[in-house]
């Protein structure tokens, strides 16, 4: 069960995962040396086995929110940096043998990026939120690369607390960008949103809501495109617990655009009577061949992975990364074939895992052949403790980006 505004993971924000000791937001810390003992994480995938590459880190609080990647040669991380009290843009681009900083607007208020698809090498969109959460005052953030420099791009801004978690393009001229906005003011997200880029500007595209008024209420946080006529958004929403008359469950939500409108696509919840699910992020590999990864908030589970083959959702085994882990959400996806996907994610439980010890978290990697996911050995940063994937990207079988903090 999910209590009011208890632990809800939102790709957006990082992982905020509340209930056990445990709140991780993002990683900050010293970068003088080589090897800083916090900051931004960047691993690499040869094909063979996972290396960390170091980026810039400004200040030395960086961390990184999103990845996407065109080629080998060619990808970008988006995230940001403190210097006081202010937060600033971090943008940087892999040219193929290193990581280069390069110039983003940065918001006057506090903001976040949480997603970023990457069209070609001079189109590029990224998207998150920027305002005064703890006020639930918060906006869309949507910044676009043109080849030569990024902007903010002016868009619908639903009531006053809104937000996007996710975004994926058909072409330059048709992009989707799927979020959560406040039906009514102050309060927190529990409308789904999702936004159209037509080439010229963003709309606003009405889209089935159906969890309760309450937070969590309904919200997207993934979105995938097989055509111009299907396209598949995937989050979570609310209903009353069946055991408590002050608390809430959360379902999984996947929603399906047929080229004309958005409706509601029924989905599976492992153990729905006893706990809560939440889909992060979905990704389309074929017309019927659909993956939607997420997370069970029920005590020591794997991830949540679920897969659409033409006919109902199911789920799917995924591989725990520890198994006394509290939870092991994972948050996003990089397909590059039927017999190869990879997604990221985070679990939070004991350090080490079989010690009983204090809860922190750990950067999850997880890997799709064919037959079964297993749990791909990451590189763990020199004495980190405390670390997350927040994004994964996939340009070649030898070419694979998890970022996220450290």
Same mark, same amino acid.
């Given at each position: 069960?999910?209590?009011?505004?208890?632990?809800?993971?939102?790709?957006?924000?990082?992982?905020?995962?509340?209930? =056990?000791?445990?709140?991780?937001?993002?990683?900050?810390?010293?970068? $003088?040396?080589?090897?800083?003992?916090?900051?931004?994480?960047?691993?690499?995938?040869?094909?063979?086995?996972?290396?960390?590459?170091?980026?810039?880190?400004?200040?030395?609080?960086?961390?990184?929110?999103?990845? $996407?990647? &065109?080629?080998?040669?060619?990808?970008?991380?988006?995230?940001?940096?403190?210097?006081?009290?202010?937060?600033?843009?971090?943008?940087?681009?892999?040219?193929?043998?290193? #990581?280069?900083?390069?110039?983003?607007?940065? %918001?006057?208020?506090?903001?976040?990026?949480?997603?970023?698809?990457?069209?070609?090498?001079?189109?590029?969109?990224?998207?998150?939120?920027?305002?005064?959460?703890?006020?639930?005052?918060?906006?869309?953030?949507?910044?676009?690369?043109?080849?030569?420099?990024?902007?903010?791009?002016?868009?619908? =801004?639903?009531?006053?607390?809104?937000?996007?978690?996710?975004?994926?393009?058909?072409? %330059?001229?048709?992009?989707? @960008?799927?979020?959560?906005?406040?039906?009514?003011?102050?309060?927190?997200?529990?409308?789904?949103?999702? &936004?159209? #880029?037509?080439?010229?500007? #963003?709309?606003?595209?009405?889209?089935?809501?159906?969890?309760?008024?309450?937070? %969590?209420?309904?919200? &997207? =946080?993934?979105?995938?495109?097989?055509?111009?006529?299907?396209?598949?958004?995937?989050? =979570?929403?609310?209903?009353?617990?069946?055991?408590?008359?002050?608390?809430?469950?959360?379902?999984?939500?996947?929603?399906? #655009?047929?080229?004309?409108?958005?409706?509601?696509?029924?989905?599976?919840?492992?153990?729905?009577?006893?706990?809560?699910?939440?889909?992060?992020? *979905?990704?389309?590999?074929?017309?019927?061949?659909?993956?939607?990864?997420?997370? $069970?908030?029920?005590?020591?589970?794997?991830?949540?992975?679920?897969?659409?083959?033409?006919?109902?959702?199911?789920? *799917?085994?995924?591989?725990?990364?520890?198994?006394?882990?509290?939870?092991? %959400?994972?948050?996003?996806?990089?397909?590059?074939?039927?017999?190869?996907?990879?997604?990221?994610?985070?679990?939070?439980?004991?350090?080490?895992?079989?010690?009983?010890? &204090?809860?922190?978290?750990?950067?999850?990697?997880?890997?799709?052949?064919?037959?079964?996911?297993?749990?791909?050995?990451?590189?763990?940063?020199?004495?980190?403790?405390?670390? @997350?994937?927040?994004?994964?990207?996939?340009? @070649?079988?030898?070419? *694979?980006?998890?970022?996220?903090?450290?």
């Amino acid at each position: 069960m999910i209590a009011s505004r208890t632990a809800h993971v939102l790709r957006l924000a990082g992982l905020a995962l509340i209930g =056990s000791v445990v709140v991780c937001a993002v990683g900050a810390g010293s970068s $003088s040396s080589a090897y800083p003992t916090s900051g931004p994480l960047i691993e690499f995938w040869d094909g063979t086995s996972w290396t960390q590459q170091l980026g810039p880190n400004p200040n030395g609080t960086g961390r990184f929110s999103a990845v $996407s990647a &065109l080629s080998a040669t060619d990808a970008w991380a988006i995230g940001a940096y403190s210097t006081g009290d202010v937060e600033n843009a971090l943008a940087t681009h892999w040219d193929g043998s290193s #990581w280069q900083l390069v110039a983003m607007p940065t %918001p006057a208020d506090k903001f976040d990026f949480s997603d970023m698809a990457a069209i070609s090498a001079t189109d590029v969109w990224a998207v998150g939120w920027h305002g005064r959460r703890q006020f639930k005052s918060e906006h869309p953030l949507i910044e676009h690369w043109n080849g030569s420099a990024w902007t903010i791009v002016p868009h619908p =801004s639903p009531g006053e607390n809104s937000l996007l978690n996710g975004v994926a393009a058909v072409s %330059p001229r048709n992009v989707w @960008a799927v979020g959560a906005y406040s039906a009514a003011p102050h309060r927190y997200n529990d409308r789904t949103l999702i &936004l159209h #880029w037509n080439g010229t500007s #963003w709309k606003r595209i009405p889209s089935p809501h159906p969890g309760t008024s309450a937070f %969590p209420g309904s919200q &997207l =946080s993934g979105v995938a495109v097989v055509s111009a006529k299907s396209i598949w958004a995937v989050g =979570s929403y609310s209903r009353r617990a069946q055991s408590s008359n002050s608390g809430w469950w959360t379902l999984t939500l996947v929603l399906h #655009w047929n080229g004309k409108k958005w409706r509601q696509v029924r989905s599976t919840n492992p153990d729905a009577d006893r706990g809560s699910n939440a889909l992060y992020d *979905v990704a389309a590999v074929g017309r019927n061949n659909v993956w939607a990864v997420g997370g $069970s908030y029920t005590y020591q589970t794997p991830p949540l992975v679920e897969h659409w083959n033409g006919h109902p959702w199911h789920a *799917v085994p995924a591989a725990s990364g520890c198994p006394h882990s509290y939870w092991q %959400p994972l948050t996003d996806l990089a397909p590059l074939a039927r017999n190869d996907i990879w997604a990221a994610g985070t679990g939070v439980g004991p350090y080490p895992c079989d010690s009983g010890g &204090l809860a922190t978290s750990e950067a999850l990697a997880e890997h799709w052949d064919g037959n079964a996911w297993s749990v791909s050995p990451i590189v763990n940063p020199p004495l980190s403790v405390d670390d @997350a994937f927040l994004g994964i990207a996939a340009a @070649a079988p030898h070419a *694979v980006w998890a970022v996220g903090y450290y």
